[in-house]
């Protein structure tokens, strides 16, 4: 590792440690992590949306025409119409001219909801009512020779039950009480579980996360204190230090500043 490419991991070590810094309490290290966030994705949107978005899909579209004549001269003029639109979408930062932006505004919400229904009743509609059914129509999975079996038929019978168990509590024009409202308790302790499951998921991903990050930090931390590393220098360990007192100071700061409070 070279004195560059050290910088660059210091440099994230403090962004992590920054991060990390908010569970304490909000500071102006943490402010600096989350606006550099914030700014580094907004800059790295904005670059994909021109070399994914504009550049072939208008520029290119419109490159057999002369750019000082606005390319109208292209044989694929009609390009220019979603530009325009788009265009008049920043006359909402008018007072005078905001309305204009309710034309494309309005366009683009209505294409999306034609294109996205479609497509979500597909996805999450029928192909979930499919997966659902799939396992129990094939009555052989459960009275066959996989009877009783959890990782076949079985499984699917819960899960069928499941379903029309959960869909039974949204039911509300009909008091929740007798079978229907057993019924109705049992779809509770589905969507619990399913719920569960949901929030476990993903309390694993973020600790895997959280993992991954402390892995980082000592893998920093071995790169500055290994003489064996043939690029290393004394600036190394330097950095290291020099990170570390600037958090103690922040801490012993911090500390002082709490204990006047409390005089």
């Known amino acids: 590792m070279d004195f560059g490419t050290f910088l660059w991991t210091t440099f994230g070590a403090f962004l992590t440690l920054a991060t990390f810094s908010f569970l304490y309490k909000d500071n102006p290290f943490y402010k600096i992590a989350e606006h550099l966030v914030v700014g580094v994705s907004a800059g790295y949107f904005v670059i994909i949306l021109w070399h994914n978005a504009l550049v072939p899909?208008?520029?290119?579209?419109?490159?057999?025409g002369d750019w000082y004549i606005l390319w109208l001269n292209s044989s694929k003029p009609w390009y220019w119409i979603p530009t325009i639109l788009g265009a008049m979408m920043w006359t909402r930062f008018s007072r005078n001219?905001?309305?204009?932006?309710?034309?494309?505004?309005?366009?683009?919400?209505?294409?999306?909801?034609g294109l996205a229904i479609p497509l979500e009743m597909a996805n999450r509609v029928n192909k979930q009512l499919y997966a659902t059914?799939?396992?129990?129509?094939?009555?052989?999975?459960?009275?066959?020779?996989d009877f009783?079996?959890?990782?076949?038929g079985y499984s699917q019978v819960i899960i069928f039950a499941g379903a029309i168990a959960g869909l039974f509590y949204f039911f509300f024009s009909k008091a929740h009480t007798g079978v229907f409202g057993g019924v109705a308790k049992f779809g509770?302790?589905?969507?619990?579980?399913?719920?569960?499951?949901?929030?476990?998921?993903?309390v694993m991903g973020r600790i895997s996360l959280f993992i991954n990050r402390i892995q980082e930090l000592g893998l920093w931390g071995?790169?500055?204190?290994d003489a064996s590393n043939p690029n290393h220098s004394g600036w190394f360990p330097a950095v290291f230090?020099?990170?570390i007192m600037g958090i103690a100071a922040y801490i012993a700061v911090e500390l002082v500043r709490f204990a006047r409070q409390k005089a």
């Not at 899909?57 to 057999?64: A, P």
């Open 222 to 225: 071995e790169a500055a204190f």
């Open 133 to 145: 059914m799939a396992g129990v129509i094939n009555w052989g999975n459960f009275w066959g020779q």
């Open 241 to 243: 230090w020099l990170l």
């Open 97 to 113: 001219y905001a309305w204009v932006s309710r034309w494309p505004i309005g366009l683009y919400i209505g294409i999306v909801a």
């Open 57 to 64: 899909l208008l520029f290119q579209r419109l490159s057999d």
């Open 148 to 152: 009783l079996d959890i990782t076949s």
């Open 188 to 202: 509770i302790w589905i969507l619990m579980i399913g719920f569960g499951a949901s929030f476990g998921y993903t």
